[in-house]
């Protein structure tokens, strides 16, 4: 099972995947959860990612629902990581990766985001090798893992600011129109 969701904001965005996880804890009393993506899952720029960082933040919220610790939250985010293998950046040559699939199969739900850095590196003008790609990065959790609910993560929209405060090697400023027009739409079709 595949499902989708869109980042409008931090807050409605953990709100939305409690609800969904929710219809999980209903039917069951365990579940694990695996989350990984780019800089933005990771927490990179956050103050604490141990803290900050959206599977952080989803652990301690559903930890304040739960009459019990009947769940696991792993952050497998890398920042700068990009989907596409020929990516210099591709998450799939980081150890982080390897270490993720190694426990795939003890986790029951997976979260996953990925688009803003392929966007920002130019790599977008290839649909299909990205769509290829994402595709064979679910695969890859679903060889280990067959029974893995997975919740594909539309990347949060860019906005145009003046001066940015960390996107200092590449100019993401430049990519808002792949991020918030053409993501959203390619990363719907891949099933």
């Known amino acids: 099972i595949i499902r989708y969701t869109h980042i409008i904001t931090a807050v409605s965005y953990l709100n939305l995947i409690i609800l969904l996880l929710m219809q999980n804890l209903a039917y069951s009393k365990h579940f694990d959860i695996l989350c ?3 800089s933005i899952t990771h927490g990179r720029f956050s103050s604490d990612y141990k803290k900050r960082s959206y599977p952080a933040r989803l652990h301690q919220i559903l930890q304040s629902i739960s009459t019990n610790d ?6 497998a985010g890398h920042g700068g990581a990009a989907v596409l293998k020929i990516s210099p950046y591709s998450y799939w040559d980081t150890e982080i990766y390897k270490y993720s699939l190694s426990i795939a199969k003890a986790y029951s739900i997976m979260i996953i985001q990925f688009g803003t ?3 920002a590196h130019n790599k977008m003008a290839d649909n299909a090798s990205f769509i290829n ?3 064979s990065l679910i ?3 679903r060889d280990v893992n067959p029974n893995l609910s997975i919740y594909l993560s539309i990347p949060p929209p860019l906005y145009l600011i003046l001066k940015p405060l960390h996107w200092t090697n590449y100019n ?3 990519h808002t129109f792949e991020v918030n027009e053409l993501l959203p739409d390619i990363i719907k079709s891949i099933s």
């Open 133 to 135: 790609d994402y595709e």
């Open 139 to 141: 695969q890859s959790y």
């Open 172 to 174: 993401i400023r430049n």
């Open 117 to 119: 850095n392929d966007a």
């Open 70 to 75: 009947s769940f696991n939250v792993f952050n």
């Open 36 to 38: 990984f993506g780019d």
